[in-house]
């Protein structure tokens, strides 16, 4: 009998990626206001320098266990007492004047004035675009009382948070468990088995929901607990995986 349901957080509750897009989009589009520039590729180009400053920064290797995108690297405070955490706060504002420095001068435009103001702008645009998918709230309300709910999610716990707190739905769940809590993400068990202890169930009576095939599901089954793929695309991939392409889906499978 399932007690226990852990839900990821981003493409499962949250929107993330089309968040991101849109966040470079604007902010590039305050470059097109100054320059004769194509937003658009601007954009493009500074996700791309990012990415590439990102993975050559001091603490990749940490972002990458813990699960921290170059983009969150973009706009995330970096709040806590986590060892790597100072060391990224430190490197967190060159790395955003850096990443938009480099894509304007992909395009010809040296303006250090303006990779400042760009760096600054990112967070601000993306904080504007915290969107929260439609089915969330519903099959949430319908799981209240059923079940005990915790979220598992990789990243930085502060941005995490943040990004449920905006949600409106964190008032949902008796636990919250973030990759940068414990050091390591999704697909390692530890993480999962400190989701269970944190609602006192066990691998036997909890199900995991996520959108990751690798991360969400094929993690919680290796750690021994039931998984249930979240595929709003209906791809193609996992006929041996439960799914669901909606999460007001979610009850009616539980109750089966």
């Not at 993306?126 to 915790?150: I, K, S």
């Not at 036997?204 to 998984?227: F, H, P, Q, T, Y």
């Amino acid at each position: 009998m399932i007690r226990a349901v852990l839900l990821d957080l981003d493409e499962t509750l949250v929107v993330e990626e089309a968040a991101a897009r849109a966040t470079f989009a604007a902010t590039a589009a305050l470059a097109a206001q100054r320059h004769r520039i194509d937003a658009a590729a601007l954009g493009n180009d500074a996700r791309m320098r990012a990415r590439e400053l990102w993975r050559a920064g001091p603490s990749h290797a940490y972002c990458k266990r813990v699960g921290i995108s170059s983009w969150e690297g973009l706009w995330c405070r970096f709040e806590g007492d986590a060892e790597d955490l100072p060391e990224l706060r430190r490197w967190a504002p060159a790395y955003r004047r850096e990443t938009w420095r480099r894509a304007l001068a992909d395009h010809g435009i040296d303006d250090d004035g303006l990779a400042d103001e760009l760096a600054d702008r990112f967070g601000v645009e993306r904080r504007a675009r915290h969107q929260t998918f439609a089915d969330a709230a519903p099959a949430l309300e319908a799981l209240a009382g059923r079940y005990a709910l915790a979220v598992v999610t990789n990243g930085a716990s502060c941005l995490q948070r943040e990004k449920l707190a905006a949600s409106g739905l964190a008032d949902r769940f008796e636990a919250v468990v973030a990759g940068g809590d414990i050091g390591v993400g999704k697909p390692d068990r530890a993480i999962f088995a400190r989701a269970l202890d944190a609602v006192g169930a066990t691998p036997g009576n909890a199900v995991m929901v996520g959108n990751d095939l690798e991360k969400d599901v094929s993690g919680a089954v290796a750690a021994g607990i039931r998984a249930i793929w979240v595929n709003r695309e209906r791809a193609d991939g996992a006929p041996d995986v439960a799914s669901i392409a909606d999460l007001r889906e979610l009850p009616a499978l539980l109750s089966r």
